[in-house]
């Protein structure tokens, strides 16, 4: 699996590049202020208003640090209704990527509580530990109706295999 490498403040995580659609500078966000504090601000994006996760406030609580490798990470997002919806993620130093079977992913039952499940296996590289994020459970059901709510993207609503 390919995978796109960022972190959230020292640590590494990784995205599956196959959700990826465009990796995007840092670009001005409008903020929202009826929006939770790990939504960065929403902009248009191939004539679409979109919002941007920021992922360093949503893991430690913190936003993310203005680096010149700070980056939104386009991403094919589908909802539980199976609607293909596209959002931003905010992350510190996209810059590489990584390219490991799915056999050395490891299962390390991080998942506490529900609000939690989109930190998903990790992945031992001579870099250290990386984290992978489950893109599939980054939202839960109340935050995909509130933040993606009427922006569906693809008219044939229809789940990648």
Request: proline share 4%; glycine share 6%; charged share 25%.
């Amino acid at each position: 699996m390919l995978m796109l490498l960022f972190y959230v403040g020292d640590n590494l995580y990784a995205l599956d590049s196959s959700q990826v659609v465009e990796v995007i500078p840092r670009v001005v966000l409008r903020k929202t202020h009826q929006m939770p504090d790990y939504v960065g601000g929403m902009f248009q994006y191939r004539s679409a208003i979109v919002p941007v996760i920021d992922l360093c406030y949503l893991i430690r609580g913190q936003p993310s640090c203005s680096y010149l490798s700070t980056r939104i990470i386009m991403v094919n997002y589908f909802g539980k209704d199976n609607s293909k919806r596209c959002i931003g993620l905010m992350a510190e130093r996209v810059t590489e990527t990584l390219n490991k079977p799915d056999s050395e992913l490891i299962d390390v039952a991080t998942k506490l509580d529900e609000t939690h499940g989109y930190l998903g296996e990790m992945i031992m590289d001579e870099k250290g530990m990386i984290q992978r994020i489950r893109l599939e459970s980054l939202l839960s059901d109340s935050q995909q109706q509130y933040l993606l709510a009427g922006r569906n993207d693809d008219s044939n609503n229809t789940k990648p295999n």
